[in-house]
């Protein structure tokens, strides 16, 4: 059975420059865009990529708690990020601490609106991950 090989999520934006320039901030790399202005582009991340789209007229903007899409990314080190943020201009909300991501988290609004939760996930985080798959495993159903 054929099975998929990658998944990009595409984001509609009304600006792919100002996009371009938010997600830059959160570690992603511009691979690839077209036109001038670009009205798409795609940029890559360690283990992701995200596509951007402009969306010309973008009339209206969907409230973020309506939104059916949250962008969740991983870093490894969350407060070197969000200090890197702050110094950078963007107004970065506290670290949170909810019980299904102890390590923390941050939650950020894009420039059009998209819910972006930045989470920690170290080597100690992806080690107990690994050895809780390995106990699940060792389990019979």
């Not at 934006?13 to 077209?34: A, K, M, P, T």
């Not at 201009?89 to 972006?116: F, I, K």
């Amino acid at each position: 059975m054929m099975k998929a090989g990658h998944s990009t999520p595409m984001l509609r934006v009304r600006d792919v420059d100002r996009s371009i320039v938010f997600y830059r901030e959160l570690g992603f790399s511009l691979i690839d865009s077209e036109g001038s202005p670009p009205g798409w582009a795609r940029l890559h991340c360690a283990d992701g990529a995200i596509m951007l789209l402009a969306d010309l007229p973008f009339d209206v903007i969907v409230a973020s708690s309506r939104q059916m899409f949250s962008l969740v990314i991983y870093v490894s080190d969350l407060p070197a990020l969000r200090e890197q943020l702050s110094q950078s201009g963007w107004t970065v909300p506290e670290t949170q601490y909810p019980t299904y991501m102890p390590s923390g988290e941050l939650r950020l609004t894009d420039p059009d609106g998209y819910a972006v939760t930045v989470c920690h996930w170290g080597p100690e985080q992806q080690n107990a991950w690994e050895e809780h798959l390995r106990q699940r495993a060792s389990v019979p159903e």
